[in-house]
Structures are given as structure tokens and as C-alpha cells.
């Protein structure tokens, strides 16, 4: 539906302060004759018989009344106009930067100065929206990107294995046939890995109770074959520690974070601990491994998508993406929880968990 154009906020704070200007000088002659005038004899004799009387200060001061009113009304108009404009030059400027953004032009900030009053609030709001909204798309292009490259690698090695098939008909093909098959494997398991990060990231789940001690003893479970093929030992300790959220997604991240400890460990003869408690009004889940020591610079990194903290055999069987703990990191916001990495005081790496406790 398409809207009539109607009247600018400029004119309408001029025409406001115009009548209110005229209206305050109506009122003035109000009661000037009401307070006045209307006491003044109206005869030939005047006031006490001199002169001159109400029909002469009526019709002399008339004339003079209604070129003061029509100064008021045109100057309570152009200084309207003038005052208007003045005050809304600082939403002007929020309007262009609004306009320099839908155009893709995410970089503008306002950083308007003077003193802080709505309008630098306002624009101060806006700068940060920005900011915020800038390294968004930058983080969203970045993991595409990598998203692309990482999808590409086993397409083309999919791509690889069909044309050998194609045009060596004497190669095995049951090689070829399990080579496709762990490949295949990887693109699923790295396509899951995209969707679990996304719904992370928009929050669509329903929220219940859940305890994260149960969470860690399913975890560990799981993994305990992958644990022991490696000669690692993983212990769950603590007690409940129950939050609200969704449980598939947190049974993910737990999962997660054990297979990182568990992948990222001494070659054998390492440890993953699982720790849960629950600490005043939060809900604490804490995994921490044996490991090799970690320089503090790469810490930040461990979270971004497609980031690996040690170098890996591509050909491991839990090799993984790198989004293991991108997906921690996701699930942990959504859920309006911390998320803490520190390197173990003798190697290895402290993950510590901290979400709100369910009331």
C-alpha cells in the first residue's frame, strides 16, 4: 500500500511553535481587554471626563494588535523553521548514515560530538548497531567462505574417485567404493556440523530442565571406545548441575567438548576429566585434558569455525572440521552462558562452561 507523502517533522515544529506563539499573543490581548478595556467608559466624556474613551483605544489599538499578531505568526514561522532545523541537523545525519548502510556501506559511523543529550545517544546507539552489525557480516563471510573451501575438498575428491572409476576399469573398485564412503562421511558429518552451528546461532529451540551431569555421563559413554582405542582415561566427577535449554543441543556440546579432549591428547596414557556442579545461580560443566602446552595466543582462535588447535591426520576418523568448539561457543550464547579457555598448568586445555541454573 503506498503511503501519501504528508508533512515534514521540520514543518511541523515550525507551524507548532508559530501557533503556539500566536495563541500566547492572543491570549495577551485577551486580557489586556478583559482586564482594561472593558473598564474604560464608553461615552463622549471618557475616564473621570477626559478623553479618550473605549471606542477610541478600541479602534486605535486594533490596527496596532493585528500587525503585532501577524508579526508574531510570520516570525513565530521563520524562527520555527530556523530553531527546527537546528535541532533536528543531528537526526539528519543519523537518516544519511541509515542510508550509507542500506546501500552495504557497513563501515560509516556517525561519532557525533557535543554534549551527551537524546540525539547523541541515539546516534551512539546507532554507531555500535553498526559495529556490531559490520563485524557480524564479516564473520558470517568469513565462514562461508571457509565453509565452501572445507565442503570442496571432499567434493573434489568425490569427483577424483568417479573419474578413476570411469576410465581404469581394472581398478579395484572396493577400494574405491570405501574411499567414497569416507568421504561421503566427512561431507555429512561437516553439512550437520553447518546446520548444529546455525540453529546455535539463531536460538529456535524449546527450553526445558536439564542436569549436565547426566549430559557428561552420556557423553563419556559414548566415547569411552574412543577413549580407551587411545589409551586415555575419562572420569566423570561432580554432581547435578541443572540448567534450562535445549537438551539435544547441550548433549552436542558436551559431546563435543569430550571428543576434543579425548582427539587432542598425549599419544597415550592421557586423562580427560568431566566435572559438574552447580555454583550459586550458575551450572558449571568442566573439561580439562592432558595434552601438550598451549601457547595463550592461540586460545582466541580455538573457537572460530574451521580453526584446529593441533595439526591432525586428515585421514583420522575424528579428524573433524574444526567446529567442534565453534559449536560449544554457539550453544553456549544461545543458551546465555560463558564460555572460558585456559590453557592446564601442565598442558592440555581447561574448557569451563558456565550457563544459568534453572529456578
Do not use: C
Amino acid at each position: 500500500m503506498r503511503r501519501r507523502p504528508g508533512l515534514s517533522a521540520r514543518v511541523k515544529l515550525a507551524l507548532s511553535y508559530a501557533g503556539f506563539l500566536f495563541v500566547a499573543g492572543a491570549l495577551l490581548l485577551a486580557v489586556v481587554w478583559a482586564f482594561l478595556l472593558r473598564y474604560v467608559p464608553d461615552n463622549s466624556q471618557g475616564l473621570l471626563g477626559i478623553s479618550p474613551n473605549r471606542y477610541l483605544l478600541v479602534h486605535t489599538f486594533a490596527p496596532a494588535a493585528a500587525v503585532a499578531m501577524a508579526f508574531l505568526l510570520v516570525f513565530g514561522l521563520v524562527g520555527g523553521w530556523l530553531l527546527a532545523g537546528r535541532m533536528l541537523a543531528p537526526l539528519t545525519r543519523i537518516t544519511e548514515a541509515a542510508r550509507t548502510a542500506g546501500k552495504g556501506a557497513l563501515s560509516h559511523r556517525i561519532r557525533m560530538e557535543g554534549r551527551q543529550d537524546e540525539f547523541r545517544e541515539l546516534s551512539d546507539a546507532f554507531d555500535s548497531m553498526l559495529e556490531q552489525l559490520e563485524s557480524h557480516v564479516a564473520e558470517q563471510q568469513r565462514f562461508a567462505a571457509n565453509a565452501s573451501h572445507e565442503l570442496r575438498t571432499p567434493l573434489s575428491i568425490s569427483r577424483a574417485l568417479l573419474d578413476v572409476a570411469r576410465k581404469d576399469p581394472t581398478r579395484d573398485r572396493g577400494e574405491i567404493i570405501e574411499r567414497l564412503h569416507t568421504v561421503n562421511k566427512r561431507a555429512i558429518d561437516l553439512t550437520e556440523a553447518l546446520l548444529l552451528l546455525s540453529r546455535g546461532d539463531r536460538g529456535a529451540f524449546r527450553r526445558e530442565r536439564v542436569d549436565l551431569s547426566l549430559l557428561a555421563e552420556e557423553a563419556a559413554e559414548t566415547l569411552l571406545p574412543l577413549a580407551e582405542q587411545r589409551r586415555i582415561t575419562l572420569g566423570v566427577t561432580g554432581g547435578a548441575a541443572v540448567t534450562r535449554g535445549s537438551a539435544e543441543l547441550l548433549l552436542h556440546m558436551v559431546t563435543n567438548l569430550v571428543q576434543n579432549a579425548v582427539v587432542h591428547n598425549l599419544p597415550a596414557d592421557g586423562a580427560v576429566t568431566v566435572h559438574t556442579e552447580s555454583y550459586g545461580d550458575l551450572s558449571v560443566l568442566r573439561v580439562e585434558n592432558t595434552g601438550r602446552p598451549l601457547p595463550p595466543e592461540l586460545l582466541p582462535t580455538l573457537t572460530e569455525p574451521f580453526q584446529r588447535g593441533t595439526e591432525r591426520v586428515r585421514t583420522d576418523e575424528h579428524a573433524g572440521a574444526g567446529l567442534g568448539l565453534a559449536i560449544v561457543h554457539s550453544v553456549v550464547r544461545s543458551h546465555g552462558g560463558t564460555l572460558d579457555l585456559t590453557p592446564g598448568p601442565s598442558g592440555g586445555l581447561v574448557v569451563t562452561v558456565r550457563l544459568p541454573a534453572a529456578t
